[in-house]
């Protein structure tokens, strides 16, 4: 059963609304003001045609017949007129305050004014927030909540940053709000909006200007809003991925780094029972190794010097357990050494050389280690090639963590701006050549 509509008979009775005497005086004469002045405005112009209307001119009976009014008896029927339309509206206005009552309201200044702003302090930059702002006031959504019956009647100027909408054209005629964009360069930018009522000034205001202004600032509000919460998830869902890609990037080169490592340390324990000397080398390379390996073992950044001096390292210690079934060549040029090139990598591919390579051939063998850099389009690439003249590529070339995680690990830094070739050599054994993009542009 619906419960009844009335209050019940115990319920505490509604607290009635209190307008400030002083602003509905205020009010009252204001509105008075304003209508007579309409009005005796618009009777003015009525006289003024009143001639043109009865043909006045020289002799004629309209010209007789103004010179022939008594000015008491239009001096009268003119203020019995003011005191009619004071009366007037003041039954107007008295009843809008009536009305403001019965919704548990208090009369307030911006209610009664014909002017209101409004101030929106904005995070984007000018151009944006111009272009959001307009995006908003043009829509169908806007116009509804304004009382129209499709879009408003619009206009903007993108180079002072003024948008003005209202009901009918001329905007500036009739009861229309300005929006404006300051155009000063920085990381946020103001938006200021105005209600101004044009010919609607003379009414009694019954707060039009007030009900527009927020109307505008509402939806604008909501719409920069929307777009800073999706540009603030989209930052979010950037720094994810970036922090995502920076924790796979070190689970992929910890599997990377220990292979070296425990191989050489196994050899260098062996040398120390079998070959001091040799042994003392090793540690030698192992030391500059790992001086220039530690610092940057979890950068994803690195330059092509720095990998080639870890190379030659690794080469250094791989000879000295192979003895002369190993040389090496890297022939370099000293202006590339200074550019940035992904750690970890060229290990791989030397290391895959050595133990794929190589190390299964029964004959001394030779990795010759190149670098050039060529232009693409807008940008630069690095390119390294690592040539062994072993067995070539078998079933177990390129099993495990080698060739893959590099593949895996380029995806990630460069996309499919970076590549990864294996091939037969020219003769034989493997050809690899690693190519990532260089940052910046062909001078």
């Known amino acids: 059963m619906s419960s009844p509509a009335s209050l019940p008979f115990n319920a505490p009775p509604v607290p009635e609304v209190e307008h400030d005497r002083r602003l509905v005086r205020r009010y009252l004469l204001q509105s008075a003001l304003r209508f007579n002045a309409g009005s005796l405005l618009f009777l003015s112009l009525a006289i003024a045609v009143l001639p043109l209307g009865l043909g006045a001119g020289a002799g004629t009976p309209g010209s007789f017949l103004l010179h022939k009014l008594n000015p008491y008896i239009v001096g009268g029927v003119v203020l019995a ?15 809008y305050l009536s009305q403001l009552g019965e919704d548990g309201k208090a009369l307030c200044a911006e209610g009664i004014a014909s002017t209101v702003t409004r101030r929106i302090d ?12 307009t995006e908003t006031l043009s829509g169908l959504a806007l116009g509804m909540a304004l009382g129209y019956a499709g879009p408003p009647a619009f206009s903007h100027d ?36 105005r209600s101004r009522p044009g010919l609607a000034w003379f009414e009694i205001q019954q707060g039009q200007a007030l009900k527009a202004a927020e109307t505008v600032y509402s939806h604008l509000c ?16 950037r720094e994810l991925e970036r922090t995502s890609l920076q924790a796979r990037l070190s689970a992929l080169q910890a599997q990377v780094e220990p292979h070296f490592l425990f191989n050489t340390l196994a050899n260098l324990k062996y040398l120390i029972r079998t070959d001091q000397p040799a042994a003392q080398e090793m540690l030698d390379h192992l030391v500059g190794y790992l001086q220039n390996a530690l610092p940057d073992m979890r950068s994803v ?34 202006d590339l050494r200074s550019l940035p090139f992904p750690p970890a990598m060229l290990i791989s591919l030397v290391e895959n050389a050595v133990k794929h ?42 099993q495990g963590t080698g060739l893959a995680n590099i593949a895996e690990r380029l995806m990630l830094l460069y996309g499919r701006a970076a590549s990864l070739a294996v091939e037969p050599g020219e ?3 493997v050809r690899a050549v690693l190519t990532v993009p260089l940052p910046g542009k062909v001078a």
Not at 122 to 133: G, I, Q, R, S
Not at 363 to 379: K, M, Q, S, V, Y
């Open 81 to 95: 007129l003011i005191v009619w339309l004071a009366l007037l509206s003041s039954g107007i206005a008295r009843a």
């Open 122 to 133: 904005a995070p984007f930059n000018p151009y944006t927030t111009f272009d959001l702002c």
């Open 158 to 193: 993108p180079f002072k940053g003024r948008i003005v909408l209202g009901r009918w054209r001329p905007l500036a005629l009739w009861r229309h709000v300005e929006v404006k964009v300051s155009t000063e360069p920085g990381p946020g930018c103001r938006i200021e909006l």
């Open 222 to 237: 909501q719409h920069l809003d929307r777009h800073a919460a999706a540009l603030e998830a989209a930052r979010h869902a």
């Open 301 to 334: 950044s690195s330059t092509l010097g720095r990998e080639l001096d870890l190379v030659s390292d690794f080469l250094a210690v791989m000879r000295i357990r192979m003895g002369t079934r190993l040389r090496f060549d890297v022939a370099v040029d000293d």
């Open 357 to 398: 390579g190589l190390e299964r051939a029964s004959r001394p063998g030779l990795i010759t280690i190149r670098a050039w850099c060529e232009a693409n389009g807008d940008g630069r690439l690095l390119s390294v090639s690592v040539v062994d003249d072993g067995v070539g590529l078998t079933e177990q070339a390129g």
């Open 427 to 429: 003769s034989q054994g």
